[in-house]
């Protein structure tokens, strides 16, 4: 009964082809997070959903579009994949004030 | 808006030494405060927390105290273990809704 799951945990594709990852938290927080760290191990803030609705996006590409279906999953599509988005996707989920609970991450390579 | 230093890496130390990893950090208000590890190949894992001055958070032999007159969050282990080999992430909280990291420090342990 893993807290936050994502899939898959490695995923490898060419350039130009459109992928997702899948998160889900079963611990029932109403805040879920995507960040990107690239190889220096910097953790960089993507997006964010309160109870299926965006309140953070920072400066990421349109060819990311995240996605809640409902408040305990947060998918993150990737339009037209390039060399540079290369990195190790993590999801995440809190409840307001209190920490964040990461899942394993899902390593990107685009060849 | 908020923001994280904590000191570079990598730190190599030698079993048994004394472990301080420096964090200083820039906020507007009471952010929380919390420190992260993250072992080779997983996800970031809540080492411990503060949430307001003063306050010390404490877990598996680590500690750090949140001072507020200094803006800092140094972590400290009076005696570290191989085991304690892992990239530490200093963050803390900015408004309601995000957790901003530093760049992460990474620590090596030799036998």
């Known amino acids: 009964d893993t807290a936050v799951s994502q899939t898959p945990k490695y995923l490898v594709t060419q350039m130009g082809n459109d992928k997702s990852i899948k998160c889900e938290q079963n611990?029932?927080?109403?805040?879920m997070y995507w960040y990107k760290q690239d190889s220096k191990k910097f953790l960089k803030i993507m997006f964010s959903y309160n109870n299926k609705e965006l309140i953070i996006n920072e400066t990421v590409p349109n060819r990311f579009s995240p996605k809640s279906p409902d408040k305990a999953h947060l998918n993150l599509h990737i339009n037209s994949l390039e060399l540079g988005d290369s990195a190790v996707y993590f999801c995440?989920?809190?409840?307001?004030?209190?920490?964040?609970?990461f899942g394993q991450g899902t390593r990107l390579t685009v060849v | 808006g908020n923001s994280v230093t904590q000191m570079e890496g990598p730190v190599t130390l030698s079993e048994e030494a004394f472990l301080t990893i420096n964090c200083t950090y820039t906020?507007?208000?009471?952010?929380?405060l919390f420190w992260y590890v993250q072992y080779p190949g997983e996800g970031l894992q809540l080492l411990l927390k503060a949430t307001k001055a003063d306050d010390k958070g404490s877990n598996k032999g680590f500690e750090a105290t949140y001072r507020k007159e200094t803006t800092s969050f140094h972590l400290e282990k009076g005696s570290v273990q191989v085991s304690d080999s892992a990239v530490y992430f200093c963050?803390?909280?900015?408004?309601?809704?995000?957790?901003?990291f530093g760049k992460g420090t990474r620590l090596h342990i030799l036998p």
């Open positions: 906020a507007t208000g009471y952010p929380s």
């Open positions: 963050a803390l909280t900015e408004g309601r809704d995000k957790i901003i």
């Open positions: 995440a989920s809190r409840r307001q004030g209190a920490e964040a609970f």
């Open positions: 611990l029932g927080h109403d805040t």
